[in-house]
C-alpha cells in the first residue's frame, strides 16, 4: 500500500513539473507575441530628410521686446520697432524679419495643441484668396523638441499645407525671446515700418484673426 502511495505521489508530481513547464513555455510565447506586436503596432518615428534641420541659428538686431502682458492688459510694445530677425528656413534657406511690409509673424510649437488648431485655420485662409496682398505671413518654428509629440515640426507643418515662409528658431528660442513670446500660438503684427501694431497669445476665436488684420490694414 505504501509503495502504491509513493508511485502515485511520484505520477501527481511529473505532471505538475510538466504542466509548470508547458505553462512556462506559454508564459514565454506570450511575453514574445506581445513584443512583437508592440514592435509592429509602435509608429516609426517620422524621417526628415538629410538637409534638413529643425533649428537654424538666429542673430537679433534691435532691442528686445518686453514679454507679452496678457490679453486685456496693456501692451507696451504697441508702437515700439521690433528688432529685425535673421535666421533661415528648415532647409537654410535665408529668412529674414523686417521692416518692408506690413507682416503678420505667428509663433508655433508643434506640441501645442492650439497651435495644431491654429495652423489649418491660418491655412484655410491663405487658401480661401482672402488675405490682403500687402500682408506679408511668416511662420517661426520654436521650442521643437524632440522627445515631445508632433516632432519634427518641418513635417508638421508641410502635412498642414503651411505656404507662408517659415523660420526655424534655435535650441533657445532666441527669435521667440526677442519678440516677447510667452505662449503659444503668439502672433505679432508689423507695420511696413516694423512697428508693433498688436500682439496676442493663444488661439482666437474663429473669423478674429481675419477681422483683426482687415481692420489694422484698413486705418
Excluded: K
Amino acid at each position: 500500500m505504501a509503495s502504491q502511495r509513493s508511485r502515485t505521489a511520484r505520477s501527481r508530481r511529473r505532471r505538475w513539473s510538466s504542466l509548470h513547464i508547458v505553462l512556462g513555455l506559454a508564459a514565454v510565447a506570450l511575453i514574445a507575441g506581445v513584443a512583437v506586436l508592440v514592435t509592429v503596432l509602435a509608429p516609426e518615428p517620422e524621417r526628415v530628410d538629410a538637409d534638413v534641420e529643425q533649428y537654424r541659428d538666429v542673430e537679433v538686431v534691435g532691442d528686445a521686446l518686453d514679454p507679452y502682458p496678457g490679453t486685456g492688459l496693456a501692451d507696451p510694445s504697441v508702437g515700439q520697432v521690433a528688432p529685425v530677425l535673421s535666421g533661415a528656413a528648415f532647409d537654410g534657406t535665408p529668412v529674414t524679419i523686417e521692416p518692408g511690409q506690413p507682416t503678420l509673424v505667428t509663433f508655433l510649437a508643434h506640441w501645442c495643441s492650439h497651435c495644431q488648431a491654429e495652423v489649418p485655420r491660418i491655412v484655410d485662409w491663405i487658401e480661401s484668396g482672402d488675405v490682403p496682398p500687402s500682408l506679408r505671413i511668416v511662420g517661426v518654428s520654436t521650442s521643437a523638441t524632440s522627445t515631445r509629440p508632433n516632432f519634427p515640426p518641418s513635417n508638421w507643418l508641410e502635412r498642414e499645407r503651411f505656404t507662408p515662409t517659415v523660420m526655424a528658431d534655435d535650441v533657445l528660442a532666441t527669435a521667440a525671446q526677442a519678440f516677447g513670446v510667452n505662449g503659444f500660438p503668439a502672433l505679432v503684427m508689423l507695420d511696413a515700418d516694423g512697428s508693433v501694431l498688436w500682439r496676442t497669445s493663444g488661439q482666437l476665436p474663429d473669423g478674429a484673426l481675419e477681422e483683426m488684420v482687415a481692420t489694422t490694414l484698413a486705418a
